[in-house]
């Protein structure tokens, strides 16, 4: 398994198997750096941790709403008819807030051959297929379901649905790193959770 050093807190990244732990933390540079070198890494990761205390504190707003709903989605693939055919995926039609849904996604922005990148990413987009009667303000996330281990940073987006406007921009589906990315392209369906919060005026 991985193991981490235990200059861990003072801001070394290292992480490996066990067996050369001790090699790496008999040779590691972070104990001998100078006090000044470590308050910038230790800023550094104040910052981080601000951000995520951030954003944990948004979901927690988010959870006080009237209106949430969530449901399980499974993307499954499938091939554009073009000349040169692209992978794509997209979920069936769902139900969330009285309202029917659909999403998208889309491997390395539907660049012409992801299967030559090693570094592969996913996008999503949000589809609203309900006519309503004014504009539903949102905010939506993605988390993984509740019998897949798939590594999502969870992102809170945010969009205006109409009748005009009824897609969002495709956005990052914030899985942690490329080979968490192409675990979830090697299964045969991608499933996650979908959380929507309808903001009221």
């Excluded at 790496?24 to 470590?38: A, D, M, R, V």
């Excluded at 995520?52 to 988010?62: A, D, P, R, V």
């Excluded at 299964?187 to 919060?197: G, M």
């Amino acid at each position: 398994s991985v193991t981490q050093c235990k200059y861990k807190r003072i801001g070394c990244p290292w992480q490996g198997p066990y067996h050369e732990l001790t090699v790496h933390e008999s040779e590691c540079c972070h104990p001998t750096k100078t006090g000044n070198e470590l308050m910038e890494i230790l800023d550094e990761m104040d910052q981080t941790h601000k951000k995520e205390m951030q954003l944990y504190n948004s979901i927690f707003g988010l959870l006080s709403f009237e209106k949430i709903g969530y449901t399980e989605v499974q993307f499954r693939p499938y091939r554009t008819d073009d000349f040169i055919t692209r992978l794509y995926y997209e979920t069936p039609r769902f139900t969330v807030l009285n309202q029917t849904w659909v999403l998208k996604a889309r491997v390395n922005d539907s660049e012409r051959n992801p299967n030559l990148s090693c570094k592969r990413t996913l996008s999503f987009q949000l589809i609203l297929k309900s006519k309503i009667n004014s504009p539903m303000e949102c905010s939506f996330l993605l988390l993984k379901g509740p019998y897949d281990d798939v590594k999502i940073h969870p992102v809170i987006y945010h969009f205006v649905f109409t009748n005009e406007n009824n897609e969002t921009e495709y956005v990052p589906l914030p899985i942690i790193d490329s080979v968490e990315c192409n675990k979830l392209l090697a299964a045969k369906n991608i499933n996650l959770r979908l959380f929507i919060f309808q903001i009221q005026k």
